[in-house]
Structures are given as structure tokens and as C-alpha cells.
């Protein structure tokens, strides 16, 4: 079983279009996490969710809202897309808002064309 | 949270010890070292973090020096599938937390 599980693994679309990703834990695990990692190959935060609340949010544009249906789910949805939100994006999680270890997913390739 | 300093890339041969270092020289007395490592094109994978007390498990060992402002995560025998870009991250304690990943070290393994 994949503990943090992500789709789509690669989203092609064009600028201007609304598009999720979804991301789902089986773990058990009380926060989530999304990252991004541009061309350069640096990976930053962009949003924390603790049991379903929002907790970090790094500056990241509103044309982006993450949303929790429960603890086990942390979806990113985009809108508008523009070029320079192509990246990897990865989810992850870890038992508690300061735990130790982070899981993260196989990460979802995002291309804006 | 404090900043660190890694090589940019390291080589290393199959089957031996590698050593990847990492400065942290204005790391305070509540953040923990953290060493996390990202295979191409998979997510980051955790291996292992340390307090002040040098760390072991079934993937790595991590040495701290005396003086927290230094470790060195050692991978025993390494092989080709340890190819990868090696983070070490500090970060303090507390319950909203968030890990920094910097530019890491690529460490190449060859036959």
C-alpha cells in the first residue's frame, strides 16, 4: 500500500485553466503538507494542514486553495494557471504538527503550456 | 531555524563508506539536525535526524560534532541505488513546524 498517494502523476495543460491534484494519506497521520519544486530544483513549502486546519501558508498566491475534507486528504486545487506554476508538486504528512519524520508522495509534474 | 552549508556534489565508490558533511554553524541549542535525501524524480525520503548525540539506523549513521555546528551523515556501504540529492536540514522543536530544504549535496555513487 502507498502511504502518501498522489494524482495525477503528470497534469498537461494550458495557461489559463483550472486544475486539482489530490492527495490522500493512509497513514494515520494528523498533518499534511504541500510542496513545490521549481526548475532549479528547490523544494519549499507552500501550505500545513493540521486535522483539517489550515495552519502554514507561505505566500502563496490565492489563485491557489488547498482543501481538507478530512485529516486523510489535503487536495490542491489551481486556478487561472499560468507559466510559471510549472513545477513538481509533492504532498506529504507527518503524525503531528511537529513531528519528526515527513512522508511524502511521488510528487504530480505539472506542466502550464 | 538555522542555515546550513553542504557541498554542491560528492562522488563516491560502490561499496564503500560515504561521508557527506554539512555546516550548521549558527545552530541553537533546541534545533535538531535533520538529513532527508531525494532519488530522481521521487518524492524526498526521511533518514534520519539527531539532537546532539551521534544517530544510528538501518540507513544511515549521523555524527554531531561537540559543538553542534557540524555533522556528517555516513551511508556504510554505499550503493548505486544511493544516488540521490542529500538535504540536511535544521530545524527547532514546536507544533507548527516547517522544514527548509536548502540546495543539498549530489551524491554520485559509481561502479
Known amino acids: 500500500d502507498t502511504a502518501v498517494s498522489q494524482t495525477p502523476k503528470y497534469l498537461v495543460t494550458q495557461m489559463g485553466n483550472d486544475k486539482s491534484i489530490k492527495c490522500e494519506q493512509n497513514l494515520g497521520h494528523d498533518t499534511m503538507y504541500w510542496y513545490k519544486q521549481d526548475s532549479k530544483k528547490f523544494l519549499k513549502i507552500m501550505f500545513s494542514?493540521?486535522?483539517?486546519?489550515?495552519?502554514i501558508n507561505e505566500t502563496v498566491p490565492n489563485r491557489f486553495s488547498p482543501k481538507s475534507p478530512d485529516k486523510a486528504h489535503l487536495n490542491l486545487h489551481i486556478n487561472s494557471l499560468e507559466l510559471g506554476d510549472s513545477a513538481v508538486y509533492f504532498c506529504?504528512?507527518?503524525?503531528?504538527?511537529?513531528?519528526?519524520?515527513?512522508?511524502f508522495g511521488s510528487g504530480t509534474q505539472l506542466s502550464v503550456l | 531555524d538555522a542555515k546550513t552549508t553542504q557541498p554542491t556534489s560528492m562522488d563516491c565508490a560502490e561499496g564503500r563508506a560515504a561521508n557527506l558533511p554539512c555546516n550548521h554553524s549558527?545552530?541553537?541549542?533546541?534545533?535538531?539536525v535533520y538529513w532527508y535525501r531525494q532519488i530522481h524524480s521521487q518524492g524526498p525520503q526521511y533518514i534520519i535526524h539527531?539532537?546532539?548525540n551521534n544517530e544510528t539506523n538501518e540507513m544511515a549513521s549521523l555524527i554531531i560534532t561537540e559543538d553542534r555546528k557540524s555533522s556528517t551523515l555516513i551511508l556504510p556501504h554505499a550503493t548505486l541505488r544511493d544516488t540521490a540529492v542529500y538535504y540536511c536540514?535544521?530545524?527547532?522543536?514546536?507544533?507548527?513546524?516547517?522544514?527548509?530544504f536548502g540546495k543539498g549535496t549530489l551524491l554520485t555513487v559509481n561502479p
Open positions: 506529504a504528512s507527518s503524525p503531528q504538527g511537529g513531528g519528526e519524520k515527513l512522508f
Open positions: 536540514i535544521v530545524r527547532s522543536g514546536g507544533s507548527n513546524y516547517k522544514l527548509t
Open positions: 494542514y493540521n486535522n483539517k486546519e489550515l495552519i
Open positions: 549558527t545552530i541553537s541549542g533546541n534545533e535538531y
Open positions: 539527531g539532537l546532539k
